[in-house]
């Protein structure tokens, strides 16, 4: 059973910093494609990094030089660091699994992420 829990997430002033950290189990974070996505109020889900098994990293232009995803083969955890945080970055912030081997697609219960202006 594969299981995603986020922790990292809290208030912070707009300029700040926060890192998540996606602790996984069940599942390989060095042999899945991981990513963290957000979701706002009233705003689709959207993608805001990806990590592949080989190690390249993908960002939209909206987070590209701000926020750095990483992993940690050891501990089998993802981790956003996100820097120069603005408001419009408040929401909750999943982390995602997808599994190349079965082909699941798993995701964690969220985290809040509230930056204040």
């Known amino acids: 059973q594969v299981q995603l829990v986020e922790s990292g997430g809290g208030l912070v002033q707009a300029g700040g910093s926060l890192r998540l950290s996606c602790a996984a189990s069940g599942i390989s974070v060095s042999r899945s494609v991981m990513g963290w996505y957000r979701q706002a109020p009233g705003k689709q889900r959207e993608l805001v990094a990806t990590i592949f098994p080989g190690g390249t990293t993908n960002y939209p232009d909206s987070v590209k030089g701000r926020f750095t995803i990483s992993r940690d083969n050891a501990k089998n955890t993802v981790y956003l660091q996100m820097n120069s945080l603005k408001p419009e970055d408040t929401a909750v912030y999943y982390c995602?699994?997808?599994?190349?081997?079965?082909?699941?697609?798993?995701w964690g219960q969220g985290t809040q992420v509230t930056v204040s202006s």
């Open positions: 995602n699994a997808r599994d190349l081997t079965f082909g699941s697609n798993n």
